[in-house]
């Protein structure tokens, strides 16, 4: 989503344009943010900049990163002038943005995300170097509630261990469907993410590998599916690593907490780069 006025530039649906319109859900998220003087702001989809009204000043740097060329161009209009406010038009997903906060000592990051491409661009803030100190996104309800989920419901999956196994994540507050126009189909909800001190330790592709394997057969017992995957292409012994990890060959995926699957994925790597040594 965007954040923004209604009037002005027309949501173009291509994007995902939902512009939050309700000045004090507007506040709350800026709250949540809790820009210091230090910070260097990143903020992906400002829109015609409701929320990035309320940073303005308010941070060492705010960094607009706007796809939308009508809107950007709005953007600049508005604050283009000032030297702590920098204006990018592209893609957030394509650009790069740890060039855009390379400088910073201490970066926030705040987003109302389009639905269409939730996971990718929250890995993507997550990825950031330097890591951002806190990450405020305002996403699709049902994706927030699987974003914070614990293991043995029914929300928890691969989204829910890829985020969980690199920050802190916690639902803040929901957001009804009315504080956006045009109105969505769906409510949303404000997700707070804390990256945690030891993420750069987790291997994330082959966590992203084993999750995704796991999760596509939910109703199976690990010890299967570890056999079996053909994406995990493990030939090791599956019993020796579920010992040694003191994990139950027949568990369901949706028992084992994210740590866990963590120590798993490392142990899956390393017992295939073992065997593809000898």
């Known amino acids: 989503m965007s954040a923004g006025k209604a009037e002005g530039t027309r949501p173009k649906r291509a994007l995902g344009q939902n512009f939050l319109v309700d000045p004090n859900i507007q506040r709350?998220?800026?709250?949540?943010?809790?820009?210091?003087?230090?910070?260097?702001?990143?903020?992906?989809?400002?829109?015609h900049g409701e929320l990035s009204q309320y940073l303005v000043?308010?941070?060492?740097?705010?960094?607009?990163?706007?796809?939308?060329?009508?809107?950007?161009?709005?953007?600049?209009a508005r604050w283009g002038d000032r030297p702590d406010v920098d204006v990018v038009e592209g893609d957030a997903l394509r650009i790069g943005l740890?060039?855009?906060?390379?400088?910073?000592?201490?970066?926030?990051?705040?987003?109302?995300?389009?639905?269409?491409?939730?996971?990718p661009l929250v890995f993507t803030f997550l990825e950031l170097e330097p890591p951002a100190g806190c990450i405020v996104l305002t996403v699709q309800r049902e994706v927030a509630e699987r974003i914070v989920a614990p293991p043995g419901i029914k929300a928890y999956g691969a989204l829910s261990v890829g985020v969980q196994a690199i920050?802190?994540?916690?639902?803040?507050?929901?957001?009804?469907?009315?504080a956006f126009r045009?109105?969505?189909?769906?409510?949303?909800?404000?997700?707070?993410?804390e990256p945690r001190p030891d993420a750069a330790d987790v291997d994330r592709v082959a966590l992203r590998?084993?999750?995704?394997?796991?999760?596509?057969?939910?109703?199976?017992?690990l010890q299967k599916t570890l056999r079996t995957a053909p994406e995990l292409s493990f030939?090791?012994?599956?019993?020796?690593?579920?010992?040694?990890?003191?994990?139950?060959?027949?568990?369901?995926?949706?028992?084992?907490?994210?740590?866990?699957?963590v120590r798993l994925a490392a142990a899956l790597r390393a017992g295939k780069e073992g065997g593809a040594s000898r």
């Not at 409510?187 to 993410?193: H, I, P, Q, W």
């Not at 030939?235 to 866990?260: C, H, N």
């Open 57 to 76: 000043g308010r941070c060492r740097r705010l960094i607009l990163v706007e796809k939308d060329r009508d809107l950007a161009r709005g953007l600049r």
């Open 98 to 119: 740890s060039e855009f906060v390379r400088d910073a000592a201490a970066v926030r990051v705040v987003s109302n995300v389009p639905y269409n491409i939730t996971s």
């Open 167 to 178: 920050a802190v994540a916690s639902l803040a507050f929901r957001v009804g469907r009315q």
């Open 28 to 47: 709350k998220i800026v709250r949540e943010l809790d820009p210091r003087s230090a910070d260097v702001v990143l903020e992906v989809g400002p829109g």
């Open 235 to 261: 030939a090791g012994d599956v019993d020796a690593v579920l010992g040694r990890l003191s994990i139950d060959p027949a568990v369901r995926p949706e028992m084992l907490d994210p740590p866990t699957f």
């Open 209 to 221: 590998t084993l999750t995704r394997a796991c999760f596509n057969r939910r109703r199976k017992q």
């Open 182 to 193: 045009p109105v969505p189909a769906v409510d949303s909800a404000v997700v707070r993410l």
